[in-house]
């Protein structure tokens, strides 16, 4: 029997005094295997994001307390030292989060911000990086995405920085995509 790619058991997240904590993920579990898609589903407040940062291992403790198991191909992801988290986060497992523009920097361009996602995890050339970002920005469905390299998130859309979010979390060619409500302002067509 293979590992599942994703495996998930008894996932908490906690906030507030250790005497009076507020419970916001209560003791989620569930596994997946390498080519399956889960869909959670929930009303607004119900924790979905919150299960999707713990996953990664985004919320700051503290002030968050985070208790279950996360394991990714078998390793532990709760008890991988902080300092090996980055090299997980974008390379074999990407997000695509809720809010772009609070995702996006202002101040660099979309081409820039992508092209660090792959040189951060990907032994490739300047060039190679370029067709790269490209190649994803096409694969989004970005109108003329040679000229929009340079452009800044603020000169998009909220659907043209959605999809922008979506490259960047696919291009490292991740093993698992955790997507956060990533159809948010996009048009039906997309």
Known sequence: MTVPLLEIRNLSVEFGPVSRPLRVVDSVSFSMRAGEALGVVGESGSGKSMTALSILRLLPEPPARVSGEVYFNG???????????????????????????SSLNPLIT???????????????????????????????????????????????????????????????????????????????TI
């Open 75 to 101: 390793r532990d992801l709760m008890r991988l030292p902080k300092r090996d988290m980055p090299a997980v986060r974008g390379k074999e497992i990407g997000m695509i989060f809720q809010e772009p523009m």
């Open 110 to 188: 979309i081409g820039d911000q992508i092209d660090e996602a792959i040189m951060l995890h990907e032994p490739m050339s300047a060039v190679e990086r370029r067709e790269r970002v490209i190649a994803l920005l096409r694969l989004v469905g970005m109108p003329d995405p040679v000229s929009r390299l340079g452009a800044y998130p603020d000169q998009f859309s909220g659907g043209m920085r959605q999809r922008v979010m979506a490259a960047m979390a696919m291009a490292c060619t991740p093993q698992l995509l955790i997507a956060d409500e990533p159809t948010t302002a996009l048009d039906v």
